[in-house]
C-alpha cells in the first residue's frame, strides 16, 4: 500500500542552524501539507501546497519557514534558523479525493530537536 | 472557523469494556470529520472519516463514529477494548476541499487489564 516516507526520523541541530526536513508524498496526491506537533500540545497546521505553490499557511509559518517540492517526487520544508521553539515533531501529509472527501495521508514524522 | 473539542483529555477503561470518546465540532460550512489515532512514538493513522453518504461511520480496529448534526458532534465509540487501542486519540475537522485539517487536543486512551 503506498505511503508517506520522512527523512530523517530523529534530527539534532544547534540553534540557528539551518535545517531540511524531507518528505515523499504518494505519487498520484495533488496536495500536500506540513504540520507540527509541540510535546503535549495540539497537532497544528504549517502550510499547504498545491500545482507548486503555497495555497495556505498558518500564522506560524513565518519567513523563517520555506517549502519545496524540488523534482516532482520530493516535498521540503526549510528551516533557515532554527529557535528552540521550533523543536516538535514535524509531520507531512499528503492528499487526493476519495469517496467525495479529501483524505489526508501522514508520513511518520520528523522529531526535530534544537539545542 | 471550524473547531474541535474533544471532552476529555483522558479516558481509562478496562479491557473487554465499552469506549466512548466524546468530539463536537464547530463549522460554517458542511465539514468532513475524521478520527485519527497516534500510538506512542508513530505517526498518525486514519481510523474513519465522515462522508454526507452514511451518517454511522465505520472505522478499523472495530472503532466507528456516528456524526449528528443537531448535536455537533461525532463522538468515537468502540464496544469492546483492547490492551493494543491504548493511544492517544484526535478528532479533526476539514471544511474545504483540500485544505487544512483542524486538530482536537486529542484524547489519551488507557485501557487496564
Known amino acids: 500500500e503506498p505511503e508517506v516516507t520522512q527523512t530523517p526520523s530523529h534530527q539534532v541541530t544547534q540553534m540557528g542552524q539551518e535545517v531540511i526536513l524531507r518528505c515523499v508524498p504518494i505519487?498520484?496526491?495533488?496536495?500536500f501539507y506540513w504540520y507540527r506537533q509541540i510535546l503535549g500540545q495540539k497537532v497544528e497546521f504549517l502550510v499547504s501546497?498545491?500545482?507548486?505553490?503555497?495555497?495556505?499557511k498558518s500564522e506560524i509559518f513565518d519567513d523563517q519557514f520555506s517549502v519545496e517540492r524540488p523534482d516532482g517526487s520530493n516535498f521540503t520544508l526549510k528551516i533557515r534558523s532554527t529557535k528552540l521553539e521550533d523543536s516538535a515533531m514535524y509531520f507531512c501529509?499528503?492528499?487526493?479525493?476519495?469517496?467525495?472527501?479529501?483524505?489526508?495521508?501522514f508520513g511518520p514524522g520528523t522529531r526535530l530537536t534544537v539545542l | 472557523a471550524q473547531s474541535v473539542t474533544q471532552l476529555d483529555s483522558h479516558v481509562s477503561v478496562s479491557e473487554g469494556t465499552p469506549v466512548l470518546l466524546r468530539c463536537n465540532y464547530s463549522s460554517s460550512y458542511s465539514p468532513s470529520l475524521f478520527w485519527y489515532v497516534q500510538h506512542p512514538n508513530k505517526g498518525l493513522q486514519l481510523l474513519l472519516k465522515y462522508t454526507s453518504a452514511a451518517t454511522l461511520v465505520k472505522g478499523i480496529n472495530g472503532f466507528e463514529a456516528e456524526f449528528k448534526k443537531s448535536e455537533t458532534s461525532f463522538h468515537l465509540t468502540k464496544p469492546s477494548a483492547h490492551m493494543s487501542d491504548a493511544a492517544e486519540y484526535f478528532c479533526v475537522v476539514s471544511v474545504q476541499y483540500g485544505n487544512k485539517l483542524v486538530f482536537g487536543a486529542g484524547t489519551i486512551l488507557r485501557v487496564k487489564s
Open positions: 501529509a499528503s492528499s487526493d479525493l476519495l469517496a467525495g472527501v479529501w483524505e489526508q495521508f
Open positions: 501546497f498545491y500545482n507548486n505553490e503555497i495555497s495556505e
Open positions: 505519487s498520484n496526491h495533488l496536495y
